[in-house]
């Protein structure tokens, strides 16, 4: 069982306090819970999909979703069955809650999309690695995509990747939900290295001078793009 805090006000006073099953979150009626098992960029084999439909039958589990983030999510779980379920699969939870990275997202890239410029696919497995579960002042979501197109959304994300024939393009500070903003292009024409090591920074930066629960949408909204740039940019490392 995982038990988390919700803190408001000065002195962090309580707000909510509950305990969760490990890798769940509560639904609707109070009741039933949902878990989503991690599925590094979307990519699932048959072995996982085997599982999935396992637990599926043998728990009577109502509702498989897929997600937003590319994952799947198991939706009307009784909370003793949690642990179960979770051993079942033998799976490692997805971060659906709490501030941290949640999630990279990766289209197909070059490795099969005909429109594809930079491997969307390679890059985004590394940071999935690197980033997912990453402790930070709010919840910060990744969209990598291989080409201008920009599937998945990096305008849109707080921090997003698009390719182009010289490199990629770093944006920071998007956010979709209720209140909505284009994200800030940081740099462009970064190779796979630059675009890794320009990540860590903003980052590093978001961490260091967020306020708790601030997204970096709202951060930047609060002290403007320019601090951030001029924190995290150096020479060499593609174009601003």
């Known amino acids: 069982m995982v038990k988390l805090s919700y803190h408001i006000g000065m002195g962090g006073i309580p707000l909510i306090e509950q305990t969760l099953p490990r890798g769940a979150f509560v639904q609707r009626d109070k009741q039933t819970y949902g878990i989503v098992p991690r599925s590094p960029l979307g990519i699932i084999t048959l072995e996982f999909l085997e599982k999935i439909a396992h637990v599926v039958r043998k728990y009577d589990i109502p509702i498989v979703k897929m997600t937003s983030a590319q994952r799947l999510a198991l939706v009307g779980l009784k909370p003793e069955v949690i642990e179960d379920v979770w051993t079942d699969l033998g799976m490692e939870p997805a971060p659906a809650i709490g501030h941290c990275v949640h999630y990279v997202k990766a289209c197909p890239g070059k490795a099969v999309c005909r429109f594809g410029i ?43 990747l698009f390719g182009k024939k010289k490199g990629w393009t770093l944006i920071v500070g998007g956010t979709s939900g209720r209140k909505p903003r284009i994200g800030d292009v940081i740099a462009e024409n970064l190779t796979d290295d630059q675009a890794v090591m320009l990540i860590q920074k903003c980052l590093d930066y978001y961490k260091n001078n967020a306020k708790p629960r601030e997204r970096i949408s709202r951060l930047i909204e609060r002290i403007g793009i320019e601090p951030l740039k001029d924190a995290v940019l150096a020479t060499g490392q593609g174009e601003s």
């Open 118 to 160: 930079l491997d969307a696919l390679n890059l985004g497995m590394l940071l999935e690695k690197q980033l997912v579960g990453m402790d930070l002042p709010g919840k910060t979501k990744v969209g990598i995509s291989g080409c201008p197109n920009n599937c998945c959304e990096g305008y849109l994300r707080d921090i997003g």
